[in-house]
Every structure is written in structure tokens, then in C-alpha cells.
């Protein structure tokens, strides 16, 4: 079939955007709690309800897509997305963001299920590896840019006349000037509804293992052993990566009193920034190194940065929270390639099932937000030690039916 570039630029767009919105939270965290009044867990709840709606939609969305075309169902993903950004937007307290989060959830979690595939067929199966990495680099830029935009809004809010928002002060509450966000959430998904509107879609036909499969098919496979696991290890992953990015502002601030709204939304722009660029240089690795040494490497790493954020000084946390971003980089794509190289057949479910484990973003967090009202956020962030120490097993149990070719294996074939 013939490349559909257009096509692929738009699912590049999505994904930017889907990141875009997601990994605003962190660096908004301090705000929430003090806009709101709340207790860590209270603040963690709120990202409960958000990552939730993965572990609801998932699945569900997998088998819609048989069913529904993927204009339709992108647009309607946007569609919810509007609507939930448009409710907080109107309406801005606690009780309506938990709501608010869970809508977009839903909304997001039917993008992901819908775009990969259809990546697959605009670009070419040939070329799925390289657009797959493309996207993640572009999720990864869409991540460190999205706390700059929030830096630059919540800035010149808080200036005193005139600036090229203010604008905004006749529509958001006085207290509360980053509920402005999401009235630009609202735009942006309306945006790309309008986008997708205009849009000419290719036929998107899946292969036998790549289609969702029925509900006896996903009950099978939770009955594997090898399934459970690595579904915990998403899970993990998630966790981790949230549990670590929606709390940096905060524990700069907490700890060594670094304003949220500069400082601790830079150093959230570079955890995820880093984060790309670990990427690359993951990618690199995987061509000489076992996937599973990497992943090894770069987890004990991560342990160590995590380590020196947690417990070094202002300098030192600074620097090495980011760093925690870099070396967890390539976690999520080697456990899901580990994963879908561990069995024979059903990959469509089992990605279904895996993508599920992005709950973990709503887990993880809770647990977090609870240790730190009943001890600290410090003691609190201490639960990213077990997450990470499960990754770490997993380099060392995994045992892939199929493992990464490397520029060794090659050699050998001559």
C-alpha cells in the first residue's frame, strides 16, 4: 500500500498532543493542592482519576475499533476530550476535576488504542519501526514543552497589566489562573476534531494477531503467568514515570524551597526532555546490546539518580531528578517488546491488556500521595524503590521467545 503521509503527520500531531496535555500535570501539582487546599492524597486522586480511565477503555476501545472506523472513533475521542476540558473549564473545583480527568482519560485512552495500528498502515509496515520511535521522540518533545507553555501562561497571569493573556482574567477565577489551561485543552481538542473532520482516512485492516480479540480471549491470557507479570511491569513503569514527574515541583519546593512555578516546572520540562534523549541513545544500545542488559543498566542508574534527588542537596536534586527521566527512557518500550516477544499469538490482546497497566499512572501516585500525608512526601517517594527494583527483575527473569537483533547477530549469520 502506498504511504499516506498526511495521514502519518496527523497521528504525529496526535501524539504530540495527547503528551502535550498529560505531562502538563506534574508541574500543576503544587497548584491543584494549594489551589484547592488539599493533602497529598487528595492532589493524588486527581491523577487517579485520569489514569484510570486506561485501565476502563482500553480494552473496550480494542473491540469498538472492529466495529467503528478510525475517523470515527478518533473524532469521538476528541469530541470527549473537549467536553471534559470544557467541564472543568466552566466549573472549576475539586470535585468537578475528578469528573473532568476521568473524561479526558477516556478520551485519550481510545487515541492510543486507535493510532497505532493506523501508523502502521498510513506509513507502511516497513517502516512501523521507525515512525513508532519518531512518535515516541515527538510524545517526549510534546512532554519537555508542555511545562514551558505553563511557565509562560501562569507568568504572565501573575503579572500585574496588560500582557497577550489577560484576556484570560475575565474567564478564570482570580485565585486559580491555571485553570486557563484547560480553556486551551478545550481549543486544541477542537481543533484537531476539526482536523480529523477534514481529514481522507485510509482502510485500516488488521492482521489476525493484531485485532483486540474477544472477551474469552483477554480471560485466557490474564491466566498466563508471563501475562501477569509483565502487566505488573507497566503498571510499574507507569508508576514510576508519574510518580516521579508529578512530584518533582513539589519536592523542590518542599525541600529546598524552589519556586514551582519556574524552577520546579524546568526541572519537569527536562525530566521529560532527558527523557528523549535517553531515548536515542537507548535506541543505539538495543542495536549492540540484549534488551535485557539494557534495561538492567539504565534501571540501576535510575535507582542511583533517584537516590541522589531524594536525599543529595538543592544542587544535586536539581540536576538528578531529571537524570531519573534519562535512564528511565527506554523501561516502556524494551518491557512491552520483552512482553509481545514471550508469546506465540494473540499480540492484539495482550496490547490491549498491557496498555491497561498504564493504571499504574493512577496506582502508583495514590499510594505515594498516602505515605507522604502520613509521614512525608520524602518517605512517600521511597515506594519508587519498589517499582523500580520489580523493572530491574524483569531484566533478569524475562525470557523472550524472540530476542533484539543486534549488529553482533548479524555478524554471526555471515
Not at 94 to 99: D, E, K, M, T
Amino acid at each position: 500500500m502506498k504511504r499516506n503521509y498526511y495521514i502519518v503527520a496527523l497521528i504525529m500531531l496526535t501524539f504530540f498532543v495527547i503528551s502535550f496535555i498529560t505531562n502538563i500535570f506534574g508541574p500543576l501539582t503544587p497548584e491543584i493542592k494549594n489551589g484547592f487546599h488539599l493533602n497529598y492524597k487528595l492532589t493524588a486522586v486527581l491523577y487517579v482519576a485520569f489514569f484510570i480511565a486506561y485501565g476502563v477503555m482500553s480494552i473496550p476501545a480494542g473491540m469498538l475499533i472492529e466495529k467503528y472506523n478510525e475517523k470515527k472513533m478518533m473524532t469521538v475521542a476528541f469530541v470527549v476530550a473537549f467536553a471534559g476540558s470544557l467541564l472543568f473549564a466552566f466549573y472549576p473545583s475539586y470535585f468537578i476535576a475528578l469528573p473532568s480527568l476521568f473524561i479526558i482519560g477516556c478520551g485519550f485512552a481510545i487515541l492510543q488504542v486507535v493510532i497505532n495500528p493506523l501508523l502502521r498502515t498510513a506509513g507502511g509496515e516497513e517502516h512501523y519501526a521507525f515512525n513508532s520511535v519518531l512518535a515516541q521522540l515527538i510524545f517526549g518533545g510534546a512532554s519537555f514543552l508542555s511545562p514551558l507553555v505553563y511557565e509562560y501562561i501562569i507568568e504572565n497571569l501573575k503579572s500585574p497589566g496588560h500582557t497577550p493573556l489577560s484576556f484570560f482574567h475575565s474567564i478564570v477565577p482570580v485565585n486559580l489562573p491555571w485553570v486557563s489551561l484547560y480553556w486551551v485543552f478545550a481549543v486544541i481538542s477542537l481543533l484537531m476534531i476539526i482536523v480529523i473532520a477534514v481529514s481522507r482516512f485510509p482502510k485500516v485492516e488488521l492482521k489476525a494477531e493484531e485485532k483486540a480479540g474477544a472477551l474469552e480471549t483477554h480471560i485466557m491470557l490474564f491466566k498466563k503467568r508471563v501475562v501477569l507479570l509483565f502487566f505488573l511491569g507497566i503498571i510499574c513503569y507507569v508508576g514510576t514515570e508519574q510518580g516521579t514527574a508529578n512530584n518533582i515541583s513539589q519536592f523542590l519546593s518542599t525541600y529546598h524551597g524552589y519556586d514551582p512555578d519556574k524552577t520546579g516546572a524546568d526541572a519537569v520540562a527536562y525530566f521529560w526532555g532527558l527523557m528523549t534523549a535517553g531515548g536515542v541513545l537507548g535506541l543505539l544500545l538495543l542495536k549492540i546490546i540484549d534488551s535485557r542488559k539494557v534495561l538492567i543498566i539504565f534501571t540501576v542508574l535510575a535507582l542511583i539518580s533517584l537516590s541522589a534527588a531524594l536525599f543529595g542537596s538543592a544542587k544535586i536534586s536539581l540536576f538528578a531528578f531529571p537524570a531519573v527521566g534519562f535512564f528511565a527512557s527506554v523501561m516502556y518500550p524494551i518491557i512491552f517488546s520483552l512482553a509481545l516477544n514471550s508469546i506465540s499469538e494473540h499480540h492484539g490482546s495482550f496490547s490491549g491488556i498491557l496498555c491497561t497497566g498504564i493504571i499504574g499512572g493512577a496506582i502508583i501516585p495514590l499510594i505515594i500521595g498516602w505515605l507522604g500525608d502520613a509521614f512525608s512526601l520524602k518517605t512517600g517517594m521511597l515506594f519508587l524503590y519498589l517499582t523500580m527494583g520489580y523493572i530491574l527483575l524483569i531484566g533478569f527473569w524475562a525470557k523472550p521467545i524472540i530476542t533484539n537483533k543486534t549488529i553482533f547477530d548479524k555478524k554471526e549469520q555471515v
